[in-house]
């Protein structure tokens, strides 16, 4: 993959506050969209995810909105909590071949009491 | 917890050894991909293994081998370790042909080389 640098987009939040995390995606012919969770420590843990004939998707204090048109998607989480504190990221899949999704880069999500 | 498990959780090794990680699949999965995470990267897909064959495959060089048990465990087996390859490897595994199929990842393999 391509090299990046070590430090991760960082969205610092105070407890209760809205959070809004943004993602950007390369394949216009990508249909299937994910958020991954990613504490210290553990492997990514699925979020929410939306198909690419819904604009928005909404589940327990989070939504997910997509916009085909420039390639973006935003994950909001509402009522932000210090457990929420962790890595996010966003995956697309193409409907070419087998389901394996592309991760991006990742935000840090650090919630202040 | 996903019921994906992995081992070891931590290994070190020494450039040019060879070394091979464990993943055991949640009860019902047929399906096992590889991915490696440096740090503060998103994970890269390295290949996925369907019925034991493999069904797809990322930019890795061919020292990136693995395979697929009966059972749907698998291994992932790196030859002729270099120091760019200390990351951590995860595995997830999924049931291929369900509709809207996720990924279920365990907590990895964090591998350092010296």
């Known amino acids: 993959g391509e090299s990046v640098g070590l430090h991760l987009p960082t969205l610092s939040v105070q407890e209760g506050d809205n959070s809004i995390i943004n993602c950007a995606y390369s394949?216009?012919?990508?249909?299937?969209f994910i958020w991954y969770k990613q504490e210290s420590g553990k492997g990514p843990q699925f979020i929410i995810d939306?198909?690419?004939?819904?604009d928005k998707r909404q589940g327990q204090r989070v939504t997910v909105l997509l916009n085909k048109t420039v390639k973006h998607l935003s994950l909001q989480i509402a009522a932000t909590q210090p457990g929420d504190s962790a890595v996010y990221f966003c995956?697309?899949?193409?409907?070419?071949?087998?389901?394996?999704?592309?991760f991006g880069r990742g935000t840090s999500l650090i919630v202040h009491p | 917890e996903t019921g994906v498990t992995q081992s070891p959780t931590h290994l070190i090794k020494t450039r040019g050894q060879q070394v091979t990680l464990r993943c055991s699949s949640q009860?019902?999965?047929?399906?096992v991909s590889w991915y490696q995470q440096a740090l503060g990267q998103g994970p890269q897909f390295i290949f996925q293994?369907?019925?034991?064959?493999?069904?797809g495959r990322g930019n890795f060089p061919p020292r990136f081998s693995g395979l697929q048990f009966p059972n749907y465990s698998s291994e992932l087996n790196v030859n002729a370790l270099e120091l760019d390859d200390s990351a951590l490897y995860l595995c997830?595994?999924?049931?291929?042909?369900?509709?809207?199929?996720?990924?279920?990842f365990g907590s990895g393999t964090q591998l350092s080389v010296l």
């Open positions: 394949n216009s012919a990508s249909d299937y």
């Open positions: 995956a697309e899949k193409s409907p070419l071949g087998s389901y394996i999704p592309t």
């Open positions: 009860s019902g999965h047929n399906t």
């Open positions: 997830a595994s999924s049931a291929t042909g369900q509709v809207n199929e996720k990924l279920f």
């Open positions: 939306i198909r690419s004939n819904m």
């Open positions: 293994y369907y019925r034991e064959e493999e069904n």
